[in-house]
C-alpha cells in the first residue's frame, strides 16, 4: 500500500523537494534533498515514474534520473500552477507537479539529449553576442551625439562613424580613447558572430531536415537550423496548426457564451523561433509583387498592415515547415501557386 507510483521533484540550485504517492493517491514521501543527494537518494528507490518542471536545467536532471531507471517527464511550468494549491513554497510545488502529472491529458516536454542542448548553444550564444553588439553601437552613437558626431544607422555604417570620430577636431582626447575601445569591443563580438554563424552553416549543410527548409521562401539558413535543431521531433506535434500555436503565432482566445474574441497573437513557446520567421515574413513581404506572390498575400496587403500580414505569413510558413518535417520533403512552388 505504501508502494510509490508517482513522484513530483522540484527542483532549485540547492534545495529539492520529493513528494511522491501510492495508489490510492495518499502521500507516502515528502522529503527535503540538498543538491549532492538527490542522485544517492532516486539511486535507492525502485524504478517509478517521476515528473519535474521544465525549467533551467530539468534537461540535466531528467537523463539524469532516466539513467537510474526512472521514467522522466517534464511538464511545463503553466501547465503546473493551476495545481498549487493556497501559498506558494517548494512542498506544493512538489505536490502540484505530482499532481498535474497524474492528468491523462497531460503535455510533457521531450527531453533533450546533452548533444543537442551543446548544439542549441550556437543559437542562443549568437543570439546574446548580437544583443550586446548592438548595446555598444547605440552606446557609441550616444557618446558621439554629445559632440555632435552622427552617422547613418545600421551596424553596416559603424566603420565610417569611426572615421568620423577620428578626425573630428572637437572630440577630446579622452572621449576618442574610450570610443576606441568599445570600437574594439564591436570587432571582437563580429568576429565571435561570424564564427558562430559559420559553424551554424556548416551544421546547415550537414543536416537534411535543415536544408529541406530553406526550400520554404521566407526561411534561411539560421532559420532552417533553428527549427531543425529545436524540433528534433515534430511527431509530438498533432497538427500544423498545434504546432503554429506552439510558436505563439496564433491569436488569444477570450471566447464565452458563443460569442467569439480573438485578441493579439499569444507569444508562447520559443521567442527566437518566433521571431526568425516573422522576420522571415517581412522579407518576403517586402518582395512581393504580382506574379512573383501568392495572390492571397498581395489581397490581404492591400487592406491590412504589413506587420500584421507578417504574422499571418509567419504562422503559414511554420505549418508549410511541420508538413515538410514530417513527410521529408521539399517546398514545391508549382503546387503552392
Not at 515514474?49 to 525549467?55: I, K, N, Q, S, T
Amino acid at each position: 500500500m505504501n508502494e510509490i507510483i508517482r513522484i513530483g521533484l522540484d527542483t532549485s540550485k540547492h534545495v529539492f523537494q520529493v513528494h511522491g504517492v501510492n495508489a490510492a493517491e495518499q502521500a507516502v514521501l515528502r522529503k527535503t534533498l540538498r543538491r549532492g543527494q538527490v542522485e544517492r537518494f532516486f539511486a535507492s528507490l525502485p524504478p517509478t515514474r517521476v515528473g519535474l518542471e521544465a525549467c533551467g536545467a530539468s534537461h540535466h536532471w531528467a537523463r539524469v534520473l532516466q539513467g537510474l531507471g526512472h521514467e522522466v517527464g517534464l511538464l511545463p511550468a503553466q501547465y503546473v500552477r493551476p495545481y498549487v494549491k493556497r501559498g506558494k513554497n517548494d512542498a506544493a510545488d512538489a505536490e502540484a507537479i505530482c499532481e498535474a502529472m497524474s492528468r491523462p491529458s497531460m503535455r510533457f516536454v521531450p527531453m533533450r539529449t546533452a548533444e543537442n542542448q551543446a548544439e542549441l548553444m550556437l543559437l542562443t550564444t549568437r543570439d546574446l553576442l548580437l544583443k550586446q553588439r548592438t548595446m555598444l553601437i547605440n552606446a557609441i552613437r550616444g557618446h558621439a551625439a554629445e559632440f555632435g558626431v552622427t552617422g547613418r544607422k545600421g551596424t553596416d555604417s559603424i566603420a565610417g562613424l569611426r572615421e568620423l570620430i577620428a578626425h573630428h577636431e572637437a572630440m577630446p582626447e579622452l572621449a576618442r580613447e574610450i570610443l576606441a575601445g568599445l570600437f574594439k569591443q564591436v570587432e571582437s563580438l563580429e568576429g565571435q558572430i561570424r564564427e558562430l554563424e559559420r559553424r551554424l552553416v556548416a551544421w546547415h549543410r550537414d543536416n537534411d531536415c535543415s536544408r529541406r527548409l530553406t526550400t520554404i521562401p521566407g526561411i534561411g539558413p539560421i532559420g532552417a537550423t533553428a527549427l531543425a535543431m529545436k524540433v528534433p521531433d515534430p511527431s509530438i506535434f498533432k497538427s500544423a496548426r498545434h504546432f503554429a500555436a506552439w510558436l505563439g503565432l496564433t491569436p488569444k482566445n477570450h471566447s464565452t457564451a458563443g460569442r467569439y474574441r480573438l485578441g493579439v497573437i499569444t507569444r508562447a513557446g520559443d521567442e527566437i523561433l518566433r521571431r526568425l520567421l516573422v522576420n522571415g515574413a517581412m522579407a518576403t513581404i517586402k518582395y512581393a509583387k504580382p506574379g512573383r506572390a501568392a495572390p492571397w498575400l498581395l489581397k490581404l496587403l492591400a487592406r491590412k498592415p504589413k506587420k500584421l500580414v507578417a504574422v499571418a505569413l509567419a504562422n503559414k510558413i511554420a505549418r508549410i515547415a511541420w508538413a515538410l518535417m514530417m513527410r521529408g520533403e521539399v517546398y514545391r512552388h508549382s503546387l503552392a501557386a
